[in-house]
């Protein structure tokens, strides 16, 4: 069992930066690809970016490529979604989820019957 909660969300202007984190309970966390996902008001879920179990690998959405990095750190049980240079359209609901599947599955971007999910942060970005 795995439990999943965001936190660093906030409103921020366009052109700001934050990071979202992922803190997970359980001692399994490193057996896990570990993703982002958003949803925005009236959208449907989104996936982001993941994240290989080792951190080597990752895979991203071309919405975020090149402004997004997805990390984490097995030994803090945590993930991480550093956002650069945000947008008025990256204004969502973000989520991150837990799945045993490969980091670059396109079965995991769909965002269907994933393993573990987390509650989601709120990210806000004004013009």
């Known amino acids: 069992q795995v439990q999943l909660v965001e936190s660093g969300g906030g409103l921020v202007q366009a052109g700001d930066s934050l990071r979202l984190s992922c803190a997970a309970s359980g001692r399994a966390f490193s057996y896990y690809t570990m993703a982002w996902f958003r949803q925005a008001p009236g959208n449907v879920r989104e996936f982001v970016a993941a994240?290989?179990?080792?951190?080597?690998?990752?895979y991203y959405a071309d919405s975020v490529k090149g402004r997004f990095a997805i990390s984490r750190d097995n030994a803090k049980n945590t993930a991480y979604l550093q956002m650069n240079s945000l947008q008025p359209e990256d204004t969502a609901v973000y989520y991150c989820?837990?799945?045993?599947?490969?980091?670059?599955?396109?079965?995991?971007?769909?965002?269907?019957?994933?393993?573990?999910w987390g509650p989601g942060t709120q990210v806000t970005v004004s013009s």
């Open positions: 994240v290989h179990w080792s951190g080597t690998n990752t």
């Open positions: 989820a837990a799945d045993r599947r490969s980091y670059s599955s396109p079965l995991l971007r769909t965002g269907g019957t994933l393993d573990y």
